[in-house]
């Protein structure tokens, strides 16, 4: 909050080369310059690694459920009640450790956790039976434990890597989530089938712990900005320091964060709903196919929870991997893509969701298609509001930011969400005159079809946050930060325009090439068609020199024919003539016959007179 006032200054000493939450080029190395990049690699190597054990300390409980109540024979209601226990001291902690992280060593606080949590799981599984109490004050220590390295741990990420590739390490980091939760449920479970006991399942994980502890201080390098350097420096430039409560109100006006963490609270509100209530529902739709009263709804459980685990674990590592890359590809062309990638999840998996809870009453098969698409589309969303808070939060506020978003999503999301849905279904169900297979199916889906608009409200607040996500990323950063930035977009521009120039000069190279290639045919056609012109005109030449032979053959043997024909002309014009007499002499006999006819008549009419 306060590097602004020390930039500026010609004479003043460089600045760090980078500070998270700035725009800047890839070319910067990983590590903040201080690093390898082998080194930052193995460092996020342990951290997924804890976060892979710390997922399966939250869900070692389910596994073994069932053999923890008849333990301790704790009702249903106690049961439910280790899982409250479990949150409500996550959350009330996240936020001590997210102010302790932005001013003391984020390793020490890291390591404390990790010992806490481990030590306190081993400790519960030998518990006794009369000390059902003392089981349910260690989940609680065990949640404190964990809250520690959930807030902290994506920070030291931050530290580490920069734009695409903190990103992608988020996406592996948040990706061990639900690997760590399924395999929490495999491993209590699977183990406490080996031994014989449920507690040997709360004897792995701290082992498990252990190492992780000993990775983290050999593996993991102190940040080369961490969030105590900064503050002592801003101590020492501004003579004070900021409080908890004085983090708290600036977060407050930062609506970016304001309204992401209000579609992250949106987020948990719905997955935490389908975790809990999903396989009792489609149960309750088997039922209701089969036609069959609930006494097969434990064998049934079983199966469905084996199903939507397994789901859960394969379309949330696909979820989480396809947002970080939408949103490293779409945020070279839009600054604002990672809330647009994060509303678009959320308004999308609204009707996967509401045709899941209606198909279910016709096909299962259906029902679990479009779950699996709707948890694929919210887990878009994982990797990437993380990213979203660490770019428009201050670097020094970022473990605080953390821990009150952490706060706030579980506590008004995944911690209500299950009992809100339980209670519509008994109010819908007390409705009714008598209790049947179809209305205990029909209560859930009707409380379901909640979730469905609530996606739709988070994709409102993500689309908020969009309206204000590139003022708020500005104030994020420092005066060298905003320097950097500028640069960045002139270097963006410039490679685009580079990009440009070299398609437009690969066009007309390829432009080029064709009409090169079309030339090189054209005289081929011409070459051949000039050969084949070739051979014509010499069969024509060789055509014309026998018809002229054939003509001088013929041309006397024509003359001799003239000749004849002259001489038959001749004859005939002769005989023409000689016909001619003929026809004269014959008319003048006929007009002399004719004549002495007359007269003979004459003389005999005379005669006669």
């Known amino acids: ?83 409250t226990v479990f949150i409500l001291c996550f959350l009330f902690s996240a936020p001590l450790f997210g102010y302790l992280g932005d001013r003391y060593n984020r390793k020490i606080i890291l390591g404390a956790g990790i010992l806490l949590w481990s030590g306190v799981t081993l400790g519960s599984s030998f518990i006794a039976k009369s000390m059902a109490w003392l089981f349910f004050i260690s989940r609680g220590l065990v949640g404190v434990g964990t809250a520690s390295y959930s807030t902290v741990a994506p920070s030291i990420i931050a530290d580490l890597f920069e734009k695409d ?124 196919h089969r036609n069959v009263s609930s006494s097969a709804e434990a064998k049934c459980d079983a199966t469905n929870s084996l199903i939507f685990g397994g789901m859960t674990v394969a379309v949330g590592i696909l979820g989480v991997v396809a947002g970080a890359e939408a949103a490293r590809r779409y945020k070279k062309i839009n600054p604002q893509a990672d809330p647009i990638i994060c509303a678009v999840g959320l308004l999308a998996s609204a009707p996967c969701l509401y045709l899941a809870i209606m198909l279910a009453q016709d096909s299962i098969v259906a029902t679990y298609i479009f779950i699996a698409l709707g948890e694929f589309l919210l887990s878009l969303n994982w990797a990437i509001v993380t990213d979203i808070l660490l770019y428009v939060v201050k670097p020094e506020r970022q473990s605080t930011a953390m821990s009150l978003q952490l706060c706030v999503s579980h506590l008004l999301g995944d911690a209500g969400s299950p009992y809100l849905i339980g209670i519509i279904s008994d109010t819908v169900q007390k409705n009714q005159v008598q209790w049947s297979v179809l209305w205990s199916f029909r209560s859930l889906q009707y409380s379901f079809v909640l979730c469905a608009f609530v996606s739709i409200l988070g994709g409102g607040f993500f689309l908020l946050t969009a309206l204000r996500i590139e003022e708020d990323s500005r104030k994020a950063a420092t005066p060298v930060q905003d320097g950097k930035r500028k640069r960045k977009l002139l270097e963006d521009r410039h490679e685009q325009q580079k990009s440009d120039t070299g398609q437009m000069q690969k066009t007309r190279q390829n432009e080029k090439e064709t009409l090169d290639w079309q030339m090189i045919e054209s005289e081929k056609i011409i070459e ?28 006397p043997q024509k003359e001799e024919d003239a000749k004849g024909f002259r001489v038959q002309i001749y004859r005939l014009q002769r005989e023409n003539r000689d016909l001619r007499d003929e026809i004269v002499k014959l008319n003048n006999a006929i007009l002399e016959t004719t004549g002495q006819r007359r007269r003979a008549e004459e003389n005999a009419l005379q005669r006669k007179a």
């Open 528 to 555: 051949c068609e000039t050969e084949m012109l070739s051979v014509l005109l010499q069969d024509k030449g060789t055509w014309k020199s026998g018809y002229e032979n054939e003509l001088a053959q013929m041309a």
């Open 1 to 83: 909050m306060n590097e602004d006032s020390a930039a500026g200054s010609a004479s003043q000493p460089p600045l760090p080369s980078k500070i998270y939450g700035t725009i800047e080029s890839n070319k910067e190395s990983e590590g903040q310059g201080k690093f390898s990049r082998k080194r930052s690699y193995i460092a996020v190597a342990v951290l997924c690694y804890i976060n892979l054990v710390n997922y399966m300390d939250w869900f070692v409980v389910p596994g073994v459920l069932e053999k923890i109540q008849f333990y301790f024979c704790l009702g249903d209601s106690k049961a439910g009640l280790l899982h």
């Open 165 to 288: 590739r903190r990103i992608w390490m988020l996406s592996i980091f948040y990706i061990f989530i639900p690997v760590g939760s399924g395999l929490g449920y495999i491993m209590s479970s699977s183990t406490e089938q080996a031994t014989g006991h449920w507690s040997w399942g709360f004897r792995v994980t701290p082992c498990m712990g252990l190492v992780g502890l000993a990775l983290l201080v050999l593996l993991v390098p102190e940040s080369a900005h961490g969030a105590a350097t900064k503050r002592a420096k801003n101590v020492g430039e501004q003579g004070e320091d900021s409080t908890w409560c004085k983090d708290v109100s600036s977060l407050c006006r930062n609506w970016s964060f304001v309204w992401s963490s209000l579609g992250v609270t949106v987020l948990a509100f719905v997955t935490g709903a389908l975790s809990f209530w999903i396989p009792t529902f489609l149960c309750r739709a088997q039922f209701l």
